[in-house]
Nanobody, 119 residues
């Protein structure tokens, strides 16, 4: 089970840190990723990280503003989001599976957390 938290309302230029807590003992065997879905749009890849926390991978448009990390001792993956823009408004989902940027590589999904960037 994956449970996201940390979403909310933030002003443009602000920051948020999303967390995704995983239950079970197999967290460290999965690559983790974040996806997002804005109203009326397809779900899109945000970031991914390997089982060991290496090789963070980002959507090209988000490079430099978002940082993915994980703490296997806490069964948690994080997404630090800086310099937020209105276009970042979406429901953010964490997922567990095989490392990559395609949604079909991920077998398990959280319920999502809403991020709204607005003044």
């Amino acid at each position: 089970q994956l449970v996201e938290s940390g979403g909310g309302l933030v002003q443009p230029g602000g920051s948020l840190r999303l967390s995704c807590a995983a239950s079970g003992r197999t967290f460290s065997t999965y690559a983790m990723a974040w996806f997002r879905q804005a109203p009326g749009k397809e779900r899109e890849f945000v970031a991914a990280i390997t089982r060991g926390g290496l090789f963070p991978k980002y959507a090209e448009s988000l490079q430099g503003r978002f940082t993915i990390s994980r703490d296997n001792a806490k069964n948690t993956v994080y997404l630090q989001m800086n310099s937020l823009e209105s276009e970042d408004t979406a429901v953010y989902y964490c997922s567990a599976g095989t490392y990559g940027s395609a949604a079909d590589k991920y077998d398990y999904w959280g319920q999502g957390t809403q991020v709204t960037v607005s003044s």
